[in-house]
């Protein structure tokens, strides 16, 4: 960051999660003249043990609220933001398939009522964090560009993309300067155990059999969350006003190989892979073009296969943050989306 950076206010929203929280070690660790105010609902996701080593840290508040609150985030803005990027976010499609709620609600309610104080208080940039999935499934041979359309396919990505094109409506209709981030599927620490590797690792570690949607051959691109951080840092650095940026890893890999990576490190066998009924709109292939964000001058750094032994060491050593977290309504939760879902394959097959 250049010299724009010195002694900025950073509203982070959502960073008790696991992109969130990791981009607010980043900021810190790599500004310390800058400050963050990190605002979080705690909602399943959201989680106090990611901040944990910042309890001291005087440059990072935490205010629990929600960012759909206009009173709250009003206040927040008038202590004088800067830079606000928005993390917040309902984010796993299985959830939004269940119900789709919350997710209208803090996907969209709560991204206008932030883009409105930012509108009335003014800032020097927002950065709206957005998702490879409102593209849709991408056919084999191409990759999505900034100006594909959106066809988003579950509730998930269609409330993301309307959050992304209302943040842009305010530049266009306010000059809010605001930049739009679409990136792959992240992974690193602090994920929490619902999503695909640290789900399949924590299962595996103990001895769990780990679920496997169809035929395990959905293609997404990975991207390591740090990969991600550095990406972010450069739009707010050196993004145009009104632009959007895909941030991919350009690591595309079936989830089965994903899954084989996996058991492999941990050195588990292969009777703990359970095949169960696909999920509703369940997308093929995610691909993102991302010479726009290089000609910023970022390239991913962290080769996938190093990223995730690291990823996967890093559960191990931890598990004390994950054991809490699978239990009570995870377990519920769970239950409902895979052990059910595996007990109707299974009576499908015997038809």
């Known amino acids: 960051m250049s010299?724009?950076?010195?002694?900025?206010?950073y509203l982070i929203t959502g960073g008790a999660g696991f992109i969130g929280s990791n981009f607010v070690h980043y900021v810190l660790a790599t500004y310390p003249e800058c400050r963050v105010i990190n605002l979080d609902k705690l909602t399943y996701a959201g989680n106090l043990d990611n901040l944990r080593d910042l309890a001291t840290e005087r440059?990072?508040?935490f205010v629990h609220g929600d960012i759909a609150d206009a009173e709250l985030v009003n206040k927040l803005f008038a202590q004088g933001i800067d830079v606000v990027v928005n993390f917040a976010a309902e984010t796993h499609v299985d959830?939004?398939?269940g119900d789709s709620t919350e997710f209208l609600r803090t996907n969209i309610h709560g991204s206008y009522v932030l883009l409105e104080a930012a509108r009335t208080h003014g800032i020097k940039k927002f950065i709206q964090i957005s998702t490879d999935e409102v593209y849709g499934s991408i056919e084999p041979g191409r990759s999505s560009r900034e100006t594909d359309e959106l066809?988003?396919?579950n509730p998930y990505a269609a409330t993301k993309a309307g959050a992304d094109r209302l943040a842009y409506s305010f530049f266009a209709s306010y000059s809010l300067p605001v930049c739009i981030t679409r990136a792959s599927n992240n992974y690193g620490p602090y994920q929490y155990p619902e999503k695909l590797i640290p789900l399949f690792v924590t299962n595996l570690l103990e001895d769990k059999p780990v679920p496997i949607y169809g035929d395990g051959r959905?293609?997404?691109?990975?991207?390591?969350v740090q990969d991600h951080c550095r990406?972010?840092?450069v739009v707010i650095a050196r993004g145009v006003d009104g632009e959007t940026y895909n941030i991919g890893g350009g690591n595309e890999r079936e989830n089965i190989q994903v899954v084989d990576l996996i058991f492999a490190y941990l050195q588990k066998p292969a009777s703990l892979k359970q095949y169960v009924k696909d999920r509703e709109g369940h997308d093929r292939r995610y691909s993102l073009c991302s010479d726009k964000i290089k000609q910023l001058g970022w390239a991913p750094q962290v080769p996938f296969e190093e990223g995730l032994r690291a990823t996967i060491d890093w559960y191990v050593q931890n598990r004390w943050w994950w054991e809490k977290l699978k239990s009570g309504a995870?377990?519920?939760?769970?239950?409902k989306q895979y052990v059910e879902r595996e007990s109707r394959t299974r009576r499908?097959?015997?038809?």
């Open 3 to 9: 010299t724009r950076g010195i002694g900025y206010t």
């Open 59 to 61: 440059r990072h508040e």
């Open 95 to 97: 959830r939004s398939l």
């Open 151 to 153: 066809r988003p396919r």
């Open 218 to 224: 959905n293609v997404r691109d990975w991207l390591h």
């Open 231 to 233: 990406a972010i840092d």
């Open 330 to 335: 995870y377990w519920e939760y769970y239950r």
């Open 348 to 351: 499908a097959q015997k038809r």
